[in-house]
């Protein structure tokens, strides 16, 4: 397997600007989380996905952020409109289990809003 | 409710001199426990992890972690890192689904 994909690796936009950010996770992997990571608040954790099912959206930092998971190979988090402050480096991880097992992590996307 | 506290932001040490990265927890169940290192550009990758048993984990790259339950740390140590071990390294912790990190310790090392 390949790991965990994310894409774009870079996404450089304007403010207001929708944006999409996309993930494959490890195939068999029943859980998949994104999280953000910026130098002030380092990793948080967004939302999380059961079986495709989202579980936990506490993390989402408002209504402009959603994400999806249509299937058990995609899912995507969107952000509309977007803002400077969004600008950060975003991780997809999938994970096999719950607790004790680990999470894989795709390599980010680093958005900019400008 | 579970968080993490790593109590340095940075740590500077010489080439082949021992390390220590220090991490607290708090949490009113038991947990399980994590050491990831992310590498510039790159995603994060796990280190060692602490489920249960012996409380001395061993894991990639020569790290090895203590688990102390009465003082509930898991510090991360290394007795003779490298250059290539610069990174930053994310304790985390975990005890039902979601997996909670705390903000990193930047290992910076020297020639």
């Known amino acids: 397997d390949a790991g965990v994909i994310q894409s774009p690796r870079h996404e450089v936009t304007e403010m207001g600007q929708e944006v999409t950010l996309r993930c494959k996770p490890i195939s068999g992997h029943d859980y998949l989380f994104w999280y953000r990571q910026t130098m002030m608040r380092g990793l948080e954790l967004l939302i999380y996905f059961n079986n495709n099912v989202p579980i936990d959206d506490s993390g989402m930092p408002e209504d402009r952020f959603s994400a999806k998971m249509p299937n058990a190979s995609f899912s995507t988090l969107k952000i509309q409109p977007s803002e400077p402050r969004d600008s950060a480096v975003y991780f997809c991880?999938?994970?096999?289990?719950?607790?004790?097992?680990?999470?894989?992590f795709g390599q980010g996307t680093r958005l900019t809003v400008v | 409710a579970q968080s993490v506290t790593q109590l340095d932001s940075q740590v500077p040490v010489f080439e082949e001199a021992p390390v220590e990265l220090r991490c607290n927890y708090s949490s009113s169940v038991s947990v399980y426990l994590f050491w990831y290192v992310q590498y510039p550009n790159q995603g994060l990758q796990l280190l060692l992890k602490y489920l249960s048993g012996s409380t001395l984990v061993k894991g990639i790259n020569g790290f090895e972690a203590e688990f102390n339950k009465s003082q509930t740390s898991f510090h991360l140590r290394k007795p003779s890192v490298h250059i290539s071990d610069t990174a930053e390294y994310f304790c985390a912790v975990s005890n039902t689904d979601k997996l909670i990190f705390g903000t990193g310790t930047r290992l910076q090392v020297f020639p």
């Open positions: 991880a999938s994970s096999p289990g719950t607790g004790y097992t680990e999470a894989f």
